[in-house]
């Protein structure tokens, strides 16, 4: 039987856990950590990273390496045009007035990036359990907007992942409070 894969898909750092029997098991990253920087970074030859080895590219290749993806999710370019100028990479309007990430010369959707990223945490899931994840559950803040969570659907399902659902952050916590009380 496959396991579904809790994802915590955080603005700075991701976290990932399936149920083994009755308890929740945190999957640690391949650098033993329980969280894994939501970053994705570009190198010169081609190369894409994500995690702890993207975010140490983001001094030397500040304009290749994508953080904070999350803030741009489902939004209009109008609506984030504060935090553009407050990042070191590009982002451009693209149709329908949403923000598009420029690298290389290469225009990524704020979905693509979280992919990436989600991408990571299944290959690191499947490394773990030993066989293929299919489906997964995410989480997002609680003032998320329908299209914010329509994005991040999105994204799980360009990820290679079947989003069963989108979980209000504090709802998680709820239940996983709840699951220590038993």
Known sequence: MSKILGIDLGTTNSCMAIMEGNEPIVILNSEGHKTTP???????????????????????NPENTVSSIKRFMGSSYD???????????RVLKGENNTPRISISGELHSPQEISAMILQQMKKTA?????????EAIITVPAYFSDSQ?????????????????????????ALAYGLDKR
Request: no cysteine; aromatic share 6%.
């Open 126 to 134: 499947e490394d773990y359990i030993g066989y293929e994840i299919k």
């Open 149 to 173: 969570r329509k994005a991040t659907k999105d994204a799980g399902e360009i990820a290679g992942l079947t989003v069963r659902r989108i979980v209000n952050e504090p709802t998680a916590a």
């Open 38 to 60: 939501s970053v994705v970074s570009f190198t010169e030859v081609g190369e894409r990273k994500v995690g702890a080895s993207a975010r140490r590219q983001a001094i030397a």
């Open 79 to 89: 609506s984030v045009e504060n935090e553009i100028n407050r990042i070191p990479y």
